[in-house]
């Protein structure tokens, strides 16, 4: 039997230590959970995807009764980054969330399983690693691409 042990780099940032270009991409997720649709579990999540032409793409969770009929904020906002620019390419993205009190989280969430899998699907297309941004009340986690999210990922490319 052999053990071993992944480990994830995660850079823990304040809002003023963000570039001009990873502070846009934030307050596009931050804001995009305003546009959420969440009746049922009151949780909004934004999140923001920078494609390579330089479009910032937002996306919001999107519910519906008839469960699991909706979209999470990722898949919504990767989905139709792709379906608009199928030729552009992903650079980074960013999730941020509101909680069921209504205000920002303080802690960063993380995208579900299925997210993550359909983002790993796009930075494979990309060709390179792709940064993640979890964005809190206060600070953000940056981690260096989706598969540090993700290090078994299931790959049929």
């Known amino acids: 039997m052999k053990e071993f042990s992944i480990q994830v780099p995660v850079t823990e940032l304040s809002y003023d230590e963000l570039t001009p270009a990873e502070s846009l991409l934030v307050e596009t997720a ?14 909004k999540v934004g ?28 898949r919504s906002a990767c989905y139709y980054a792709h379906a608009r620019y199928p030729e552009a390419r992903f650079e980074a ?43 809190g009340k206060s600070k953000i986690y940056k981690l260096p691409s989706v598969s540090a999210l993700l290090p078994f990922t299931f790959e049929e490319f």
Do not use: K, W
């Open 30 to 43: 931050r804001e995009a959970t305003s546009r959420a649709y969440a009746p049922y579990s009151h949780f």
């Open 93 to 135: 993205i960013a999730v941020a969330a509101v909680g069921t009190d209504g205000c920002e989280l303080d802690e960063p969430a993380s995208p579900c399983g299925a997210c993550r899998q359909a983002l790993m699907e796009y930075e494979h297309l990309a060709g390179h690693p792709v940064p993640v941004y979890l964005a």
């Open 47 to 74: 999140a923001a995807i920078r494609l390579d032409n330089g479009e910032i793409i937002p996306g919001s969770n999107q519910e519906n009764a008839a469960f699991p009929s909706g979209t999470c904020a990722e």
